[in-house]
């Protein structure tokens, strides 16, 4: 092309000397500004997270108890975990967690996605709505576990009174004390304390969604069921997902709740509290760590589910 | 037909709002309410008194707590977001190898079961001298805090323009400057949502609180409650513990209120987007 | 006098590249606008000049002076972004003041830039409002300011016109144009409208797919494209092209058949084969309703758009056989032009004004006798 022809050709400078480019670099250089910025980051999860965790996983190998935490332990190798594996209250409280998170995380979609599909529409009094909703998130769980502590009360209890006065019972039940009525209450309490953080994410996906396929979805079909199943629900499923593994692994790790309601007992118990019951009141540090260890690696396999469930929005940026 | 089914749908509502609030509802009660009246079932406390609220107001654990409370979230979400408006930048404008790597890392740290480091973490804060005082709980709860704090002010930060951090390079600016010259003004209203959520889940923080505290001076709220207890197991203070409850979730309910609408784009930019 | 000139310059994106080995000499005091589609890298090309981005390889110069280490605001360039980008936490005055902080001028100096940058600009009155208290038009015009008060040795402007509506942008092209003419500056202007681009440039640089098609002044590039591409992507409505097919007449001339009977004469330098397939190009304004004229064209109205000043009509032309495809083409002709749907249309035009293109885009040289 005869533009090349015609580009005059310059001398090129001298290269700045290598002070002058180094302090340029420090200057403006975003890829080193980008870890000089990240550093207390890194540094302070290494030493809250990365260290601790480490400390977990070797005392789980010792034999370690809280009152010769700070003499010196000796190495058990996998005794601990033999110790947890074959003990039944691990078994039994691996099953309360599992049976507790899947009740829980199952009912809260449901009624998470039925808010949701509320707060989406159009009415008079919908930022009213969306405020009460936010109450129970805004509630310290240990203070809503009390809550409902009083609420459950077998003689004063007010879920009792309501119960009895719309004749679903005939005397007081005392919720909190058999296992079988026990895990109920507390899926109940989950359930109410975490469905408004679920309706908020799947109306966020809802709102994601443009308007106007609605609106053609309106002209084509005029059932409100069809064009749930047809439109919506497929549109929100990516959300729905992420929301229900982001709910699970919190429900896999609970504890407040259960601590609260029932106390360290291990029968309605979770792996939580079966662990610190171990390391705290039990004070077998090496066998609790093991404990915590297998909690950690139980959920982390979860994590990596959550890991991949979110990765095609990972990096776009 | 159409008056029929906005009926329902009004019903419906209704009917979510009760079940959100009424649980509040009966704490609000049960704290108005003393004697032998907390044990009647009523929807309106026939002869409310203030009585608890004086007795919880009046017991210096108590107040201690909530100031404990208040130094140890507060602390934390200040901490926080010191160090997350830095690394967020990091994470949210800038190109470099390991990025995503580091953001991985930060978003599994965030899911940590915390009962993960429970023993580690006793063992570390006892190390360092930390067991039992209000800095080895802002200490530990970084470890809860910071990964979220990160992943919600990127989602903000990524969306601000790319034209504008453009125009503060031509106008010579360094990463520095545009951190702190042009990003931190505008993140002003994410830096409180943020915050706010940093603060709420140090607030409520039970587990740490109750493993690496021993005396009640260095008790925080949640535990507080939790060991708020009468002459016996059968003769709970329900009184006082619903005065208590309310007197520490107000402040929240009203704050939470005030920022619904940054707390949700926070709280979903966290988790929906990614 | 050369201003910016861009030696042998390719930008990749990891393994894709955006701007193959390009070479450009932007004029000083002269508005160079870079055109063509989007992704044909022309914001690139400038984000590089800017240094916003890096080159890949190749040389970057301003004003004599390779800048390819030379941090942006050192250039010496003044940028108007599409978003206008202005900082929203500062007013207008604070907005222009910011880069000159930078620059480490005395206090007296930034003032007095700023004062007559306002003045210029009109923006007196506004220098202590948000942007969000101003309106689109000023807001634009207060990123002008912020490039203006640098005081650069080229202006830089991405798109900038194409967040405003169409009645402000026509109005904004023109003080754009004038401001620039006063202040004899240089710029490149980055735009895919090509009537922006018409009106605008002093020279068009038109780019597809990060390589320069061709380059010069409006009016030569848009009644010289050296190729199909370029013929097609200035004018609007766009360039129409019927396909032909050449036929040898002895020597430097030829015939070009494209519909039954009368084929059109032509000369050229150019050698072909007989038979070769090629297209011809006529604009819609150089079609007209006279049947004196050398070349006609006929075929069937399907849609008459009556735009009050013009009509276009569109024509669906006779195949010289059911193997042909068919082919539309498009005219401009009088308002008040009668003209009905479905009924048949013969439509003239000089052979002088048509350009032939072979069949991988190239202009023939030709000249039609």
């Given at each position: 092309m005869e533009a090349t022809a015609s580009v005059p050709v310059f001398p090129i400078d001298r290269p700045a000397s290598a002070f002058k480019r180094w302090q340029q670099w420090l200057l403006y250089s975003r890829v080193f500004w980008a870890w000089v910025f990240l550093a207390p980051t890194l540094i302070t999860l290494v030493l809250v997270a990365g260290r601790p965790l480490l400390g977990t996983f070797y005392l789980s190998f010792t034999d370690a108890e809280l009152l010769t935490l700070d003499d010196s332990v000796t190495w058990v190798g996998f005794k601990n975990y033999a110790a947890i594996l074959s003990d039944p209250d691990w078994w039994v409280a691996l099953r309360n967690t599992l049976v507790f998170s899947f009740l829980s995380v199952v009912l809260e979609t449901l009624l998470g996605l039925g808010i949701a599909l509320v707060l989406n529409e159009e009415f008079r009094g919908r930022s009213f709505l969306r405020a009460a909703v936010l109450v129970p998130w805004a509630i310290p769980t240990v203070i809503s576990a009390k809550m409902w502590t009083w609420m459950y009360n077998d003689m004063y209890g007010v879920i009792n009174a309501g119960f009895m006065a719309l004749g679903l019972t005939s005397e007081p039940v005392a919720w909190l004390s058999s296992p079988s009525t026990a895990m109920f209450a507390l899926v109940m309490v989950d359930v109410w304390k975490t469905t408004p953080f679920m309706a908020l994410l799947i109306l966020a996906g809802l709102q994601l969604i443009p308007k106007d396929v609605y609106e053609a979805a309106k002209l084509d079909s005029g059932s409100p069921f069809r064009i749930f199943f047809k439109i919506t629900l497929p549109l929100i499923q990516p959300t729905i997902a992420i929301a229900v593994i982001f709910r699970a692994l919190d429900a896999l790790r609970v504890f407040d709740l259960f601590y609260v309601l029932i106390g360290s007992k291990v029968d309605t118990g979770t792996v939580t509290i079966y662990a610190r019951q171990r390391l705290m009141e039990f004070q077998e540090f090496g066998v609790g760590s093991a404990a915590s260890v297998l909690i950690f690696l139980f959920i982390g396999s979860f994590t990596l589910l959550y890991l991949w469930a979110v990765r095609p929005q990972r990096d776009e940026a | 037909m159409k008056w029929v089914g906005k009926i329902a749908f009004y019903f419906l509502v209704t009917l979510i709002v009760f079940y959100a609030v009424f649980p509040f509802y009966w704490a609000v009660v049960t704290s108005l309410k003393n004697g032998a009246d907390l044990f009647k079932v009523e929807?309106?406390?026939?002869?409310?008194?203030l009585v608890n609220y004086r007795s919880i107001l009046t017991t210096d654990s108590f107040l201690q707590s909530v100031l404990n409370s208040v130094l140890v979230a507060g602390a934390t979400s200040l901490f926080a977001l010191l160090i997350a408006i830095l690394s967020s930048y990091s994470l949210s404008r800038v190109r470099f190898r390991g990025r995503s790597l580091v953001l991985l890392t930060i978003l599994s740290v965030s899911m940590f079961p915390q009962i993960a480091v429970l023993s580690g973490m006793f063992e570390l804060i006892r190390w360092l001298g930390l067991y039992n005082t209000l800095s080895g709980l802002t200490f530990c709860y970084m470890a809860l805090v910071l990964p979220f704090t990160v992943w919600v002010m990127r989602g903000f930060m990524k969306s601000i323009p790319k034209e504008l951090e453009e125009a503060a390079i031509l106008d010579g600016c360094g990463p520095t400057r545009i951190v702190f010259q042009v990003f931190f003004p505008l993140m002003k209203p994410a830096l409180a949502t943020t915050g706010l959520l940093a603060f709420i889940a140090a607030w409520n923080e039970f587990l740490f609180a109750l493993t690496f505290t021993l005396s009640s001076d260095k008790r925080t709220v949640p535990v507080a409650i939790a060991m708020l207890s009468g002459g016996s197991q059968f003769e709970l203070p329900w009184g006082n513990i619903m005065a208590a409850s309310v007197i520490v979730t107000l402040p929240l309910i009203g704050l939470v209120l005030i920022f619904q609408k940054h707390i949700v784009s926070g709280l979903t930019s966290g988790a929906v987007k990614g | 006098m050369a201003s910016v000139v861009l030696r042998n310059i390719a930008k990749k994106f990891g393994k894709v590249e955006i701007v193959h080995d390009l070479s450009l000499v932007v004029e000083s005091n002269a508005l160079t606008v870079f055109v063509g589609p989007s992704g044909c890298g022309k914001s690139t090309i400038l984000r590089c000049i800017a240094g916003l981005e890096e080159v890949s390889s190749g040389d970057v110069f301003i004003d004599n002076v390779r800048?390819?280490?030379?941090?942006p605001f050192k250039r010496g360039v003044g940028m108007v972004f599409q978003s206008y980008?202005?900082?929203?936490?500062?007013n207008v005055y604070e907005n222009m003041r910011f880069g000159l902080l930078s620059l480490g001028l005395p206090k007296a100096e930034i003032h007095a830039r700023i004062e007559k940058a306002a003045e210029i600009l009109a923006l007196t009155p506004y220098?202590?409002?948000?942007?969000?208290?101003?309106?689109g038009g000023q807001r634009q015009r207060v990123a002008m300011g912020r490039a203006l008060v640098r005081q650069p040795k080229v202006f830089l402007f991405d798109e900038p016109l194409s967040n405003l509506d169409a009645a402000l942008r026509t109005k904004m092209r023109v003080e754009i144009a004038r401001l620039r003419k006063s202040l004899g500056a240089t710029a490149i202007y980055v735009t895919h409208d090509q009537v922006e681009a018409m009106t605008l440039a002093d020279k068009i640089v038109v780019l597809r797919a990060g390589r320069i098609e061709q380059q010069g002044s409006p009016l030569d590039v848009y009644h010289n494209p050296v190729n199909r591409f370029v013929a097609s992507f200035l004018g609007s409505p766009a360039m129409n092209f019927v396909p032909g097919r050449l036929r040898s007449g002895g020597a430097k001339s030829a015939q070009l058949e494209f519909q039954k009977g009368n084929p059109l004469e032509f000369s050229t330098n150019a050698s072909f084969q007989s038979g070769t397939e090629v297209e011809f190009g006529i604009r819609p304004e150089h079609l007209t309703i006279n049947p004196d004229l050398r070349g006609q064209l006929q075929g069937k109205v399907f849609a008459v758009e009556k735009l009050g000043d013009q009509a276009l009509v569109h024509l669906m032309l006779d195949r010289a056989n059911d193997s042909q495809a068919e082919t539309t083409v498009v005219a401009r002709l009088p308002w008040d032009m009668k003209c009905e749907v479905d009924t048949d249309l013969s439509l003239g035009f000089d052979p002088d004004r048509c350009h032939l293109f072979e069949s991988h885009g190239t202009r023939l040289e030709s000249s039609f006798h």
């Open positions: - | 929807w309106i406390p026939t002869s409310p008194t | 800048v390819n280490d030379v941090v980008a202005l900082y929203p936490h500062m220098l202590q409002r948000k942007p969000k208290q101003l309106s």
